[in-house]
């Protein structure tokens, strides 16, 4: 996950300095050295470390901190609060038109994704704001960009407005709002061409076509990977075309993410959407505060419920709680349950949105092996309907019959089986000791299937 | 003679277009940080620790990357005290000379890509997505085109949207011919495909595109070793040159990118990409101090011709250039005086 490294860092300081009864200004010095170090790694922009570094520091060693009782955790929680304040406090959501259509335009450097993130955007507004988006066409100098936007839009059936490479952008832009006006699209996303912020050329003809769309939203793509200069590049957009949010690209890497701390300080503008994958789905908005508390290893809850609700069946979910209860579990409901879990994302992500999920023991490296999941489906598969139902009648010749149907061996069978039963004796204790508490864990045990 | 004064003569009396690329080139870094540097000297008269603390902090700031710097700053340090400098003037000399330092430290290793007449050259093009892959294959066969080889292309990119397009349009610009297949087809299979072809063609250098994947991505980066390994089933030695294309404006995380690309193929060669753009590039001289990969090429500008071999004392020269013939005027009025470094 990004911020890994920075998380890493950032958790050791800090845990050297939470159980602390008393602590000094020594200790304050002491701690604020590492975290500087930690962030410049990271790639935050120098003079943002510095800020971030000195408003820390002021405010722990405030009275009120050191005459806490718990100082250490005070002054946790004041780096928490800073790193959501870096990021701009608040998660916020993409403005529409009052009156149709609303109309966005992308910009960037090359490379950062504008185009796969034009496509992705298509996808969020349909699917979750029920809008219908055109997009347009408007990088015409990069060999074959057209073209990508072109297939993009046939992924996710949403109409490519595109006029060739012989007309100016600002002359497409104009045609597309005409033609979304005709097809009544209540959305106009327009793809530029990547370019430098030096190029002033390049930087005219988005300002003319800002001029010509009038944009409810600029959104800037920058990569997440971008070193120092990242402030200097969303600086120079913003003051010479002027943007409304920004967009991060690539947050599926294992970047530490400095760009992300550092440009909401510099130009004021809020990160809207994070890129987190290849697929057309992987644009998720940006919620300053979930973010600051997965890098402090704190987890993201909110975010794993979200995801959970929006892929998770609710009446299954239901269903399986009363089986939990009654002990009626079978592996078809285990199968179930895993493909549910697949559908929120990968195994390895969401893991580790748990809290504390980064202290267990060798989790933070453990690559989860998303095609031993895939084996462990193909071995309930090949059993037949009874034997799924009722674990117990399988003897060894209909192992080998499984094992045989499902391309793995009798031993993973086996392995399967024992877990399956271990899992059971501990709902068992589970679901006896929730009769009280009213909180359910669902899959006690689950993570370690695919270890 | 200077340091600068020697380096400039080395590279003015070979080419000097080349030169005046870098130099154009590398307007933006220099603005960034060679002014930086300018006005670090001038106002600071006295070498201090202060010096060295704001010293740090724009090589910082030019993505250097903190142990790197740490390693100049020492170097720098010990150098004067040891000549007992205590003015500012002419530390720019002693800090690109320092630079260059670096870069060589490592291992010998040669800046040409691995060519050779009469066998089918392979080249192998890998990096994250969006660093200009593709773009830098489109200018690297206009490159070696001119040069008098036959070149083909193979569209290894089968998965990103209008990829096989773009490698296609650069074809037809250089006249060179692309292997292909449909969209979401398996690049492994491509490329078989392409060096059968280039075999039997006879073509001198087949250069192989790739589809860009963030290096933690395990199972793409195990196609890529596929990929890699069928080249050199099907050819004894190849591929000749892996060359990792970077992002000059990608910050730390280029370190972590050598090292886990460089794990699954073995890279030759760095090509450093949108240099024209940046203020730095300097993760260069970490990547270079810490994993002997040499950077081979460096993408000055969006044109064909703009993709030039890369020389570190030419990079050091482009980054100081005016700092340094300012330098130099002072100089030769007190020619006589100066004593050789």
Known sequence: MAFEGLAERLQGTLNKITGKGKINEADVKEMMREVRFALIEADVNLKVVKEFVKTVSERSVGQDVMKSLTPGQQVVKIVKDELTNLMGGEQNPIQFARKSPTVIMMVGLQGAGKTTTT???????????????????????????????????????????????????VEIARRAMEEAEREHNDVVIIDTAGRLHVDEVLMQELKDIRELTKPDEVFLVVDAMTGQDAVNVAKNFNETIGITGVILTKLDGDTRGGA???????????????GMGEKMDALEPFHPERMASRILGMGDVMSLIEKAQENVDEEKAKELEQKLRTQSFTLEDFLDQMQQVKKMGPLDEILKMMPGANKIKGLDNAKVDESQMGRVEAVIYSMTRAERENPDIINASRKKRIAVGSGTSIQEVNRLLKQFEEMKKMVKQMTSMQQKGKKKGKMPGFDSFFK | ????????????????????????????????????????????????????????????????????????????????????????????????????????????????????????????????????????????????????????????????????????VWGERTGVEVVRQAEGSDPAAVIFDAVKAAKKRN?????????????????????????????????????????????????????????????????????????DGTAKGGIVLAIRSKLDIPVKFVGLGEGIDDLQPFDPEKYVYGLFADGLEMEDEDEEDEEGTEEDK
Do not use: W
Not at chain 2, 220 to 229: D, S
């Open chain 2, 1 to 168: 003679m200077s340091f600068f004064k020697k380096l400039k003569e080395k590279i003015t009396g070979t080419n000097e277009t080349v030169t005046e690329k870098f130099k154009d080139g590398l307007t933006k870094t220099r603005e960034s940080f060679t002014s930086k540097v300018n006005d670090l000297v001038s106002r600071f008269r006295v070498v201090d620790e202060e010096f060295f603390e704001e010293l740090e902090e724009v090589l910082l700031q030019a993505d250097v990357g903190f142990d790197t710097v740490m390693e100049l700053i020492d170097l720098l340090k010990d150098e004067v005290k040891r000549k007992n400098i205590k003015d500012t003037t002419g530390m720019q000399t002693l800090i690109s000379e320092k630079l260059v330092e670096i870069y060589n430290a490592g291992e010998e290793v040669s800046n040409e890509l691995n060519i050779e007449e009469g066998r089918l050259n392979v080249i192998l093009m890998v990096g994250v997505n969006g660093v200009g892959k593709t773009t830098t294959i489109g200018k690297m066969a206009s490159r070696l085109q001119k040069e008098g080889k036959t070149v083909m292309l193979a569209a290894g990119d089968t998965f990103r949207a209008g990829a096989i397009d773009q490698l296609v």
């Open chain 2, 203 to 275: 073509v001198d250098v087949l250069i192989c595109d790739t589809a860009g994947r963030l290096q933690n991505k395990v199972n793409l980066m195990n196609e890529l070793e596929k990929v890699h390994r069928i080249i050199g089933r099907e050819i004894e030695g190849a591929p000749h040159e892996v060359l990792l294309a970077l992002d000059a404006t990608t910050g730390q995380n280029a370190l972590i990118q050598a090292q886990t690309f460089n794990e699954a193929t073995n890279v030759t060669g760095i090509v450093l990409t949108k240099l």
């Open chain 1, 119 to 169: 496509g992705k955007l298509a996808t969020v507004l349909r699917k979750k704001h029920n809008k219908k988006p055109l997009l347009v066409a408007a990088d015409i100098y990069r060999p074959a960009a057209i073209q990508q936007l072109e297939t993009l839009g046939k992924q996710i059936t949403v109409p490519v407005f595109s006029m060739g490479t012989d007309q100016s952008p």
């Open chain 1, 260 to 274: 992300a701390l550092s440009i909401r300080s510099v130009t004021e503008k809020p990160i809207k959407f994070v």
